[in-house]
């Protein structure tokens, strides 16, 4: 009887997912100010996409988390953002340090105080600002260097990123999905805040949902989503999965 409740309670097998028709997409994990990595794995990816030929249009899905803990953030969002005029079909999600980095350049001091306990030191050290000079500042203090050392076009690049990017059977998100809420009326802040509750779900989710926030050893396969932090500035690990028609594949540092 117990078996049998169990049984009833699994995901019913998924078909194969696939990207929308002619498409090629690289989705990269969180960053989190490693420009080394992000480079050498830029150029796995064009290596990559070199080598499977000119058949699909390639877009690469930067998953969030651009900033924080890792030593140049402002080095990686440089980089993106000249990406992005390169390649203008580039998309880019809102991941939850992003949202804190906005929030506590417009003055938000309780965002402040969050940023500088998950890894905001290290984000505006990158732009300029001595150690010394930082643990020296009140927060009003710090709250105004930061306004005046971040360029207004790295706040108004990163304010325009996406809460969530479709793609055939595929939605994109930084952290997961509300389950059982329809893809068009999640919140953005469960877009980028959730994990219980979505780490847990084994039901199948109207799409399969590719994500990073929680960081895994190897990009995390399951039934109905796959997880790309592979957690970068501990691991030294960047990762993208690949995708094209119903195949999927990864590349990491």
Same mark, same amino acid.
């Given at each position: 009887?117990?078996?049998?409740f169990?049984?009833?309670?699994?995901?019913?097998?998924?078909?194969?997912p696939?990207?929308?028709?002619?498409?090629?997409?690289?989705?990269?994990?969180?960053?989190?100010?490693?420009?080394?990595?992000?480079?050498?794995?830029?150029?796995?990816?064009?290596?990559?996409? +070199?080598?499977?030929? =000119?058949?699909?249009?390639t877009? !690469?899905?930067f998953?969030? @988390?651009? #900033?924080?803990? *890792?030593?140049?953030?402002?080095?990686?969002v440089?980089?993106?953002?000249?990406?992005?005029?390169?390649?203008?079909?580039?998309?880019?999600?809102?991941?939850?340090?992003?949202?804190?980095?906005?929030?506590?350049?417009?003055?938000?001091?309780?965002?402040?105080?969050?940023?500088?306990?998950?890894?905001?030191?290290?984000?505006?050290?990158?732009?300029?600002?001595?150690?010394?000079?930082?643990?020296?500042?009140?927060y009003?203090?710090l709250?105004?260097?930061?306004? +005046?050392?971040?360029? =207004?076009?790295?706040?108004?690049? !990163?304010?325009?990123?996406? @809460?969530? #990017?479709?793609? *055939?059977?595929y939605?994109?998100?930084?952290?997961?999905?509300?389950?059982?809420?329809p893809?068009?009326?999640?919140?953005?802040?469960?877009?980028?805040?959730?994990r219980?509750?979505?780490?847990?779900?084994?039901?199948?989710?109207?799409?399969m949902?590719?994500?990073?926030?929680?960081?895994?050893?190897?990009?995390?396969?399951?039934?109905?989503?796959?997880?790309?932090?592979?957690?970068?500035?501990?691991?030294?690990?960047?990762?993208?999965?690949?995708?094209?028609?119903?195949e999927?594949?990864?590349?990491n540092?």
């Amino acid at each position: 009887m117990f078996n049998k409740f169990l049984r009833a309670r699994r995901a019913p097998p998924l078909a194969m997912p696939a990207v929308a028709e002619g498409m090629r997409v690289y989705a990269i994990g969180d960053i989190h100010g490693c420009l080394t990595q992000l480079d050498q794995l830029l150029a796995m990816i064009d290596d990559d996409d +070199a080598a499977r030929g =000119a058949g699909a249009q390639t877009q !690469l899905v930067f998953l969030g @988390d651009l #900033v924080d803990r *890792g030593p140049d953030s402002a080095g990686v969002v440089t980089r993106l953002l000249d990406l992005s005029h390169a390649r203008p079909d580039t998309r880019f999600l809102k991941g939850n340090h992003e949202e804190i980095f906005l929030r506590a350049l417009d003055g938000d001091m309780e965002a402040l105080r969050l940023f500088c306990r998950i890894g905001g030191r290290e984000t505006i050290l990158s732009y300029g600002l001595g150690g010394a000079e930082y643990d020296g500042l009140d927060y009003p203090e710090l709250a105004a260097r930061m306004e +005046a050392i971040v360029p =207004a076009a790295h706040r108004d690049f !990163l304010t325009a990123f996406e @809460d969530m #990017v479709l793609s *055939g059977d595929y939605a994109f998100v930084h952290a997961g999905v509300r389950p059982g809420v329809p893809l068009e009326q999640q919140h953005a802040a469960e877009l980028r805040w959730i994990r219980s509750s979505f780490l847990s779900y084994r039901n199948a989710h109207p799409k399969m949902i590719v994500h990073g926030h929680t960081i895994s050893e190897e990009v995390d396969r399951q039934p109905n989503r796959i997880g790309v932090d592979t957690g970068a500035y501990s691991t030294g690990r960047l990762s993208a999965l690949g995708l094209e028609g119903t195949e999927s594949w990864v590349l990491n540092t």
